[in-house]
């Protein structure tokens, strides 16, 4: 069982457990010499906090446009973001711009306490330009740009990774069962041993001599299986299944190694073999089909192993189909670029998933849930404002879409609370007077104070009698 959350956090505490501090002063301290390399003229000056506010400000692009900083300056910290020093680096390596990134990444979800059934599947980065590590997938959605192996839960919740780059040397302590197989015994190393975990995958995975492997380790393994790695297994063809009718199917059963492997081949509009070492074809259960002849629905029956693999495998496509969703569309010409902006999104996304996981497991009922643009839109929120201070800079000011929204916003009758990660952070948290009056914010008064805080835009009674300001602030 997996550990039961004690509380729920705020949105942006869920996304500093992944980009901590420390990676984004990583960050910071190799964008900072890149600006300099580039021109000595014009140092950059970055901050852990204003490298915070980028990159809520991306975050904010996937949602909506946001008018956090000026566009020059978002361009320039844009053009020298970097999370590696160029110098002294291994060329050899084609991640090396983005090494430190994928390697703390990659070890905060690693940590992540894994579900019993996982998948491993391949997913797509969108990219169009030119680069060596750009690849083609006919079955994906976005068929071309970078290629990267994911492990993730039935539930969504990523793993681990690898991003592919072409022939990649086994390690040592590993055993060789073919590149493809060598991919699952990598990505699947986070996998407790003999926790009789689940794993599920496609043909391009699969392979007896991987199956064996993994049993061997006490990990079991679904998924589909090609003809031509099924050696001395004798089916039926197509054919003969298909004159059985719909829902016809064979099972074979060898052991191997001391593995116990079953196959079965089902015939629905066209057949399908899948390999798995704990599933059988019983018990076998009805699924609606449409019959185009008939041209209504009927009960074709189906083998419990193609019920449980269709049931448990679509975990990385769960997780493409919420990215994609509010997928920030930031153009570079830098290719590193668009993996950082794509981490970005994938991470957000993961915590979005963990904090419903632990909801459910406190109680919460779905309906109290936050969406996922409600969840973005706090951490966008929360990295442009908390511990920051808002105070306008001198220039002329900028005449953006977000600008003309805020103008509209304050003619409204009631100004939105901030997210509770801004209104905690005592940082610049200053009073007005203003010569409005707007309504109390602070919750159980209806007063209307001309007092409000420059930061935030809400109106807050300050008083000797009554002291909302210190109220809202603190509890």
């Given at each position: ?433 203003t010569g409005d009056k707007g309504r109390c914010r602070a919750p159980g008064c209806n007063d209307a104070p001309k007092a409000m805080c420059r930061k935030c835009n809400v109106h807050l009674c300050f008083t000797p009698d009554r002291n909302c300001f210190l109220r809202f602030r603190t509890e």
């Amino acid at each position: 069982p997996l550990p039961k959350a004690d509380d729920i956090l705020s949105p942006l505490q869920y996304f500093f457990k992944f980009f901590s501090k420390d990676i984004l002063e990583v960050i910071v301290e190799e964008t900072n010499p890149y600006a300099i390399q580039r021109d000595p003229n014009k140092p950059l000056n970055l901050t852990t906090k204003e490298l915070e506010q980028f990159l809520g400000t991306v975050v904010y692009m996937s949602l909506f446009v946001a008018d956090t900083m000026t566009l020059n300056r978002w361009e320039t910290i844009k053009k020298s973001l970097h999370s590696n020093n160029n110098e002294g680096q291994e060329q050899d390596d084609p991640l090396y711009k983005i090494h430190p990134l994928v390697t703390h990444l990659t070890s905060k979800l690693v940590a992540i306490p894994v579900s019993e059934k996982l998948t491993i599947d391949e997913q797509m980065v969108p990219f169009k330009g030119r680069h060596r590590l750009k690849q083609y997938l006919a079955s994906k959605p976005q068929k071309w740009g970078y290629k990267i192996l994911i492990m993730a839960g039935s539930d969504g919740i990523p793993h681990n990774l690898e991003i592919y780059t072409g022939r990649v040397n086994q390690p040592p302590e590993l055993p060789d069962v073919g590149a493809s197989g060598n991919v699952v015994l990598r990505v699947a190393q986070p996998i407790p041993k003999e926790k009789n975990h689940k794993l599920f995958f496609d043909n391009w995975f699969i392979s007896v001599p991987l199956v064996i492997t993994l049993a061997e380790q006490g990990i079991r393994c679904t998924g589909t299986v090609r003809g031509s790695r099924l050696p001395g297994v004798n089916l039926k063809s197509d054919a003969d299944l298909k004159k059985e009718g719909r829902g016809a199917f064979e099972e074979k059963m060898a052991i191997v190694r001391e593995t116990t492997l079953l196959v079965v081949k089902w015939y629905d509009n066209h057949s399908v073999t899948l390999m798995s070492d704990h599933i059988r074809a019983n018990p076998v259960t009805e699924v609606d089909r449409w019959d185009r002849k008939k041209k209504k629905e009927i009960s074709v029956p189906c083998p419990a192993v193609v019920q449980e693999y269709n049931k448990n495998v679509g975990g990385v496509d769960l997780l493409d189909s919420l990215i994609a969703l509010y997928r920030n569309k930031v153009r570079s010409k830098k290719w590193h670029h668009r993996l950082i902006f794509h981490f970005l999104d994938m991470i957000i996304v993961t915590t979005w998933l963990l904090y419903r996981r632990d909801c459910e497991g406190i109680g919460v009922e779905k309906k109290d849930q936050m969406r996922l643009y409600t969840f973005k839109c706090c951490i966008a929120e929360g990295l442009c404002m908390c511990c920051k201070s808002m105070e306008k800079k001198r220039g002329r000011p900028s005449q953006s879409i977000a600008g003309a929204y805020e103008q509209k916003r304050k003619k409204t009758p009631t100004t939105p609370i901030p997210v509770q990660d801004v209104g905690l952070d005592q940082t610049a948290l200053w009073l007005i007077m203003t010569g409005d009056k707007g309504r109390c914010r602070a919750p159980g008064c209806n007063d209307a104070p001309k007092a409000m805080c420059r930061k935030c835009n809400v109106h807050l009674c300050f008083t000797p009698d009554r002291n909302c300001f210190l109220r809202f602030r603190t509890e």
